[in-house]
């Protein structure tokens, strides 16, 4: 029996990962058939990709058929699975988004603030081509979608898009769990906890300990040990007692941007000073790394790639697979459809949230209202991110103009302006949709 | 490590079932001591039933120390679990819900129509009370319910008892799942459903088979073999095909009393005449039954006992003690809090839904909206639920008039004052609350 | 200034008292031409109607020019109001919604039960055709609604034709102010009752005497005089004290076919033994005052008029285009957008409800949660109209099933598919959307 | 007939202008008797301040009676209406409200921001007081609450007082009309906005001129004229034409505070610097306005009380009042219960909106869904409402920083807790809850 898996974008740095993870499962996930694809201007790397992933493939011995393609809708032919791991004008683009940001004073982050929506705007039209083809070609394959920002994607596509097995997934809840593990000193495996919110904007509300609720242990330790789960791209500070205490919950790293606005602009803006922007830390990595790539002796997954943001991505992706597969019915925390999981937010919008994962996809668990002191931000990022998908699906000016100024990290009339202007003439190449 | 379960209401005939379970269980389930409590007036059963579930355990050679009581409060001392099965005024006062709403051509079946009311008014304030002992003495333990009203009951105590470890349970479920596996040739395990609603107003939305959506096949296959899948206890008249192509779901029995008052009652009605109520009934089949299990000999359960309407309840009550205990995280079906999982129901009541089971108890599963065609005979049922409780709480007159008026089995703001009058008159000795 | 009034479906008996509510309101809207509409079947009697409309203007002096056409479009050029009055299928539709009903011992009744649903099915595509023209032609135009099932027929406009300028109008809440000013010996103008519900089956949540709130007083009054405020076309019965005691509102008097399911089938099954259904007994009416209106010496609105069972819905309908006209501000009944004013029922749903009348239209006034007596199945009747709108928008027959078996007073699978089957059949020529 | 009005806080320097209100409309509301009341430290000034406005009534001629008194439970004896216009603490709390924000790089105005806050939470206490009081003494009177922050103390008192007669009341909406009338030349009383959101987080959704909607050319002439309708009290920035066109509604004077919170804070830092605090700024035109009143020939209120950020305050509780007694029916913009009216906040807190004036009190106008640009704001503003309110009832220090970190005007974690801990050691005297 066949089990083919498409990824596009196929030659990210990542990739060595992915491929990795498919071997690790083998013998529950018996993969016969990868196709890396990619765009022609990135040609070349995923010529050097796809020769790594053949080494790594030959050394396990396993039958799994791999190559690559520059035409997507042949690699989506009789796909099982579509796992999307795109950037939209590349790391320049990127790297244009946090300049222009932080010269306003404003963050830039990739997934957050003007950054966030401008890579939004650039990713989520051509997320929906890629459905399209889907949804023509191999319409029962499940996407699984690590594109950032990953859940305003995931939503986009769900609401606008005719194929709707669509599956968003994120590191950070496997981070978070990692760093409880490591606190509590315990098995990662023992380890569960409730999530409740948005993509990059979630909360851990509690965590459970071989099911028993040992959240305010957690979270002293986590004050006592200053425990730092933030992923390498972003940065870290870390909380003060009163905030965790009266939180309650576990916050995810990018709740830094929200909460301590100040003094993460201020350390944004001193690393790019000193070191430029991240997507320029970012492009010297990936090109030590394609150079590693090359070496034709190199036949594993290089180290260097876990200290990237994004470690952990595929295994949340593989095991996603994993339980579609095999009907496994366990729960992972991924991007879906809320359907009333959280009373408080649209039915019909994507959370990010603990799900029962089976063939017919995921099925969120429902939470009960918001807790009062995350509930008025929570829903006015929710209404962003709407805001957001509006925009970038209609191009229309005034839409994404109303995006920019009501999210929390800009919300000033004038600034948002300028920054839409400048970032709307530098990506122009990538948003067709605003050039009507 | 001692494991102890309670057992109020033990000296029911179903006890040797949930005996039964505890042995099949034992090696992930390693109970250390049962209890079985019971009131004075069932002193002479609880010894019969104690006397045979020692021979059953006998027979096993397991080490599990059982015992029975008439003091509830010392049985309640370390409990673990504690399993509630009462039935408040016995057979003798369903006898009086049956007849006396077949006397004024009402279905008084016992968790439906005039009578499922009356059990409700009568088995909440004794509810309460048990969940107020167990809060006091063993405020750890899990109350697994199967009284009936099991839905009703259940939500009452979670919005009136400060014990909030609460689950009701019941069998109607599992039975579907049996016969979807016996008409589609497979095994149960293999079949999950989908269930929306609340306990005895449950559908079954879509039916999977390995986790394929196997819903239109099934409906098929329904009409095709005029499947029974009616519990002992109920009457069984098949569905039109009409009916279940526009429901697209799979009713569960007791919609029959809803979407074929006309005929259940007039079937009801000839059975009455025939053998006298359903409670006559069952007195003779308990009656026969307790005279089997005087028998020394006897040291299984017998097989008259899964004859019997509530068959399996206990496999569903033990599967929920042993996933907890063990916390599974698999997906059973329960009487638990809605908390969103279905928007169109309050975030505060309880549904019969799929939830994942945990040492922290279960999760409901997100449905999103109910299909309009069950949405306001749904809603109306759960709005009239929350009529019963507060009759039942309060003691109000007019607050049991309105439950009554607004069952869609009644209707009629006369006939609903008659059966009201007659029943509070009919069951004044355990409606201590109506009495002020 | 011209001030143009379209009347469709202008042939109607009722047509001279809405003539005569012109003419008393002309000081403050000040009508100058009004154009009655029917089709070709309604020729004689919209000539009538007319020949007497004219009469009644002429001994008013009033300069208002009327006219007849059966050219639809082109009375609605340059329209500023544009009643529709009209019944699809007339009086011959009606009698065989009422016998098929009453022959299989369910309610035919003009707009509950079947006899509702099948005039919904009949109406709503008709209306559509008119709201359409109304858009194309006078956009500007208000269309005032007196059209049958009038809730349902103005929330399927409201949902699907482009026209959003639309209202509902019915005579029962006027009626109910009426019978609450002669109980209370006070002027009607005095009198205001917060209305909760939809058409036919609005409650009066609160009735105020010049601002005081006295409802339990006028509940009082109507339980000791049995006061009968049904309309003509209706049975009248009366409430049991515990029923409106448990209410604590005031129903209305359709409510009696769901809360007297039994003794109003009882009474419509005598009275159509006796006299035939009540379509039959209009016919003789509406024969009878037809040949009134040839008199040519008729000059006023015949006093018999006011015996029907729609006697005031003109009242109703001129006071709302007075008021929009005027930009008045004040407080009417009207059925419009929910908008949250009911939060129990969809925000885009229409309800019976006091609204705020200005230039702009009606505004609803916000009611809060519905008392949990009535909230089960007002959402239920509720869920039903949309099953309904569904139903007659798409002509798909499981959707008129679902209707059908959902509604209260059906509510029983085969019943329904009998009903269904037979209306469907001998409206055939009125349902176009099921023949496809 | 008597009409009595206790007047709380009656030595304020606003009373001139509510006895002139009372005055104005003697013949539709023919007030008999006013009494001031006020705490012992403003003894002076009540004592001025009563002489003044007994020579007002004087001069007028009305058989009024006024007296003054600091026997608060005395003065509520048979009062028909009692306004509440206090300030716990005074003008100093003011100022250390606005010291100490601004100290820290934040705003620290009375309503918004971190001055908010503690107004609220310094006044709610006092106002429950009151509230009992009335409760106790005059239940039928209505309270009318012009004490700041007027949503949140009007919330905290609907949802935590026994007497529910509360309405609070705003200039705001008033002078917003007022400035609409200039900018389009018209009579104000052919105004009306269509409000939605909150006390000082209000926007005028709709402007309609004689009934006709005018929004877009309102929208136009405030760009051109760079029109200004701040009240005296605050900033006045002005907004840009992307703004305004994303917003498409107008904006409120507040609103300056969430959308140029940098220019405004700069701006209220250049004021502090030249001039000291708004409350220093304050301090001396009451100073100066009590001299003016002691002047025994003064018998008019003086022309500079306009110049006040709360001018019309009281022409709006007059207003108010008068439609109350009169039972009039009319529209006026209130801060009242939900309800619905916006179905995207919650059914039971407290919003600014349209209302229908009567006897019973005022009736929200539903507005349904709030538009997607302003959605997410308007909730979060809401739920950081609700946390004061639960920090102002509690004195819990945790809700009180989850408010302060929560205010979008301050969002940081490290910031919000300096904030804090300053405010409530500057304010203990007057934060008795926080003191258990």
Same mark, same amino acid.
Request: aromatic fraction near 8%; proline fraction near 4%; hydrophobic fraction near 40%.
């Given at each position: 029996?066949?089990?083919?898996?498409?990824?596009?974008?196929? $030659?990210?740095?990542?990739?060595?990962?992915?491929?990795?993870?498919?071997?690790?499962?083998?013998?529950?996930?018996?993969?016969?058939?990868?196709?890396?694809v990619?765009? /022609?201007?990135? &040609?070349?790397?995923? *010529?050097?990709?796809?020769?790594? !992933?053949?080494?790594?493939?030959?050394?396990?011995?396993?039958?799994?058929?791999?190559?690559?393609?520059?035409?997507?809708?042949?690699a989506?032919?009789?796909?099982?699975?579509?796992?999307?791991?795109?950037r939209?004008?590349?790391?320049?683009?990127?790297? *244009?988004?946090?300049?222009?940001?932080?010269?306003?004073?404003?963050?830039?982050?990739?997934?957050? $603030?003007?950054?966030?929506?401008?890579?939004?705007?650039?990713?989520?039209?051509?997320?929906?081509?890629?459905?399209?083809?889907?949804?023509?070609i191999?319409?029962?394959?499940?996407?699984?979608?690590?594109?950032?920002?990953?859940?305003?994607?995931?939503?986009?596509?769900?609401?606008?898009?005719? &194929?709707?097995?669509?599956i968003?997934?994120?590191n950070?809840?496997f981070?978070?769990?990692?760093?409880?593990?490591?606190?509590?000193?315990?098995?990662?495996?023992?380890?569960?906890?409730?999530?409740?919110?948005?993509? &990059?904007?979630?909360?851990?509300?509690?965590?459970?300990?071989?099911?028993?609720?040992?959240?305010?242990?957690?979270?002293?330790?986590?004050?006592?040990?200053?425990?730092?789960?933030?992923?390498?791209?972003?940065?870290?500070?870390?909380?003060?007692?009163?905030?965790?205490?009266?939180?309650?919950?576990?916050?995810?790293?990018? &709740?830094?941007?929200?909460?301590?606005?100040e003094?993460?602009?201020?350390?944004?803006?001193?690393?790019?000073?000193?070191? $430029?922007?991240?997507?320029?830390?970012?492009?010297?990595?990936?090109?030590?790394?394609? /150079?590693?790539?090359?070496?034709?002796?190199?036949?594993?997954?290089?180290?260097?790639?876990?200290?990237?943001?994004?470690?952990?991505?595929?295994?949340?992706?593989c095991?996603?697979?994993?339980?579609?597969?095999?009907?496994?019915?366990?729960?992972?925390?991924?991007n879906?459809?809320?359907?009333?999981?959280?009373?408080?937010?649209?039915?019909?919008?994507?959370?990010?949230?603990?799900?029962?994962?089976?063939?017919?996809?995921? *099925?969120?668990?429902?939470?009960?209202?918001?807790?009062?002191?995350?509930? $008025?931000?929570?829903?006015?990022?929710?209404?962003?991110? /709407?805001?957001?998908?509006? !925009?970038?699906?209609?191009?229309?000016?005034?839409?994404?103009?109303?995006?920019?100024?009501?999210?929390?990290?800009?919300?000033?009339?004038?600034?948002?302006?300028?920054?839409?202007?400048?970032?709307?003439?530098?990506?122009?190449?990538?948003?067709?949709?605003?050039? *009507?």
């Amino acid at each position: 029996m066949s089990l083919k898996v498409t990824i596009i974008g196929g $030659g990210s740095s990542y990739t060595p990962e992915i491929i990795e993870g498919f071997m690790n499962r083998y013998p529950s996930f018996p993969v016969t058939e990868i196709v890396l694809v990619d765009i /022609e201007k990135g &040609h070349n790397k995923l *010529k050097i990709v796809t020769s790594l !992933a053949k080494r790594m493939i030959q050394k396990s011995g396993l039958p799994i058929k791999l190559s690559y393609t520059l035409d997507r809708r042949k690699a989506l032919e009789n796909a099982d699975f579509v796992a999307t791991q795109i950037r939209v004008g590349g790391l320049d683009a990127r790297e *244009k988004d946090e300049r222009i940001s932080l010269s306003h004073g404003v963050i830039g982050q990739e997934t957050n $603030g003007a950054g966030g929506i401008f890579k939004a705007l650039r990713t989520i039209p051509v997320m929906l081509d890629i459905a399209q083809d889907i949804h023509e070609i191999c319409p029962n394959a499940w996407m699984i979608n690590f594109t950032n920002p990953a859940g305003i994607v995931t939503e986009a596509l769900l609401k606008y898009s005719p &194929h709707k097995k669509v599956i968003g997934v994120c590191n950070i809840p496997f981070n978070m769990k990692n760093s409880v593990a490591e606190m509590m000193d315990c098995n990662v495996n023992d380890v569960e906890i409730e999530f409740i919110g948005m993509n &990059h904007f979630v909360f851990g509300r509690s965590v459970y300990i071989q099911g028993e609720d040992r959240t305010a242990a957690v979270l002293e330790k986590m004050l006592q040990q200053n425990v730092d789960y933030s992923p390498a791209n972003i940065v870290s500070i870390g909380w003060s007692e009163t905030f965790i205490h009266a939180l309650k919950m576990l916050p995810n790293p990018y &709740h830094q941007y929200y909460f301590q606005k100040e003094e993460t602009l201020e350390k944004d803006l001193t690393a790019f000073k000193e070191n $430029g922007t991240r997507s320029e830390v970012v492009k010297q990595v990936e090109m030590d790394l394609f /150079e590693k790539y090359k070496d034709e002796n190199l036949d594993v997954k290089p180290e260097e790639l876990e200290k990237r943001g994004g470690a952990y991505y595929s295994d949340a992706a593989c095991n996603l697979m994993d339980s579609i597969h095999n009907n496994k019915g366990d729960v992972q925390t991924v991007n879906t459809m809320n359907n009333g999981a959280i009373p408080d937010l649209p039915t019909n919008s994507v959370i990010e949230v603990n799900a029962v994962i089976t063939k017919d996809g995921p *099925k969120a668990i429902a939470s009960g209202h918001l807790p009062l002191n995350i509930k $008025g931000i929570t829903i006015q990022m929710k209404a962003f991110e /709407e805001l957001v998908i509006e !925009a970038a699906i209609s191009g229309d000016y005034l839409k994404a103009y109303e995006a920019m100024v009501m999210n929390p990290l800009v919300q000033n009339e004038k600034k948002a302006k300028i920054l839409l202007d400048e970032l709307l003439e530098a990506h122009k190449d990538y948003l067709p949709q605003f050039q *009507k």
